[in-house]
């Protein structure tokens, strides 16, 4: 959004602007709300003197026709730096929600992309199932359930939904996928020598991804050699 102009001279407002201002204050959810969505939106400066003026306990009283004719702006100015400020926040929070759950997402997706073992859709997860009662018997035992053989568990095949998914996250689709984390490694130094925790967190990662004793080849600087040609190598 543009910077918001500042005029030379108090903005006159009509009847109808000060009434639909006034509502839509009363809508937005009142002064408070109003500060923080301007408190999101690009901080020009002329945003910034608006959100002062808002923001002044001094002003309380003031309906927004009167708080922009003092700042000298137009009610659509006010009205857009709201809406980009209101967006950028809902942004941030949706954000902020996908974070929270995303790891539980990850482990639903991992738990379904090979066979898993699940609860029982029989019995659910007891391990018997009643009878309906009848008048030979009344009162049913509970027998061990046919599907899960009592053991309240079964086994389900992978879902190719997730097991797809699953192996683009670890980048083994030739799609280029992969799940995206964006760091900042800081390297320290000490002394002239670099910092050693990084190499053993790299070490950690790759025991987890690859498991111990995988085979991931380790890189060893050596100088080349030479063959002999009668199969001896040089001296």
Do not use: W
């Amino acid at each position: 959004m543009a910077g918001l102009a500042k005029r030379s001279g108090p903005v006159p407002l009509a009847l109808n602007a000060r009434v639909e201002l006034d509502r839509l204050e009363l809508e937005f959810g009142g002064r408070q709300a109003l500060v923080q969505a301007l408190t999101f939106a690009k901080q020009t400066k002329d945003v910034r003197y608006l959100l002062g003026l808002i923001a002044d306990p001094d002003h309380n009283a003031r309906n927004l026709a009167e708080i922009c004719q003092m700042g000298r702006i137009l009610p659509g100015e006010l009205i857009a730096a709201l809406a980009s400020g209101s967006e950028l926040r809902s942004q941030l929070l949706a954000k902020r929600h996908i974070a929270e759950r995303l790891p539980t997402v990850v482990h639903e997706v991992m738990h379904k992309a090979a066979d898993y073992e699940d609860t029982c859709t029989e019995c659910l997860g007891t391990g018997k199932i009643t009878a309906d009662p009848t008048k030979s018997e009344p009162n049913p035992s509970p027998q061990d359930c046919g599907v899960c053989r009592g053991g309240g568990k079964l086994t389900f095949p992978a879902d190719t939904t997730c097991r797809d998914l699953a192996l683009e996250m670890g980048g083994l689709t030739g799609k280029g996928g992969g799940v995206q984390v964006n760091t900042s490694v800081q390297v320290a130094t000490f002394g002239g020598g670099s910092y050693e925790g990084y190499e053993r967190m790299q070490e950690a990662m790759d025991r987890v991804l690859f498991g111990a004793g995988s085979g991931v080849p380790e890189i060893v600087d050596a100088e080349p050699t030479e063959v002999d040609p009668d199969g001896a190598g040089a001296e």
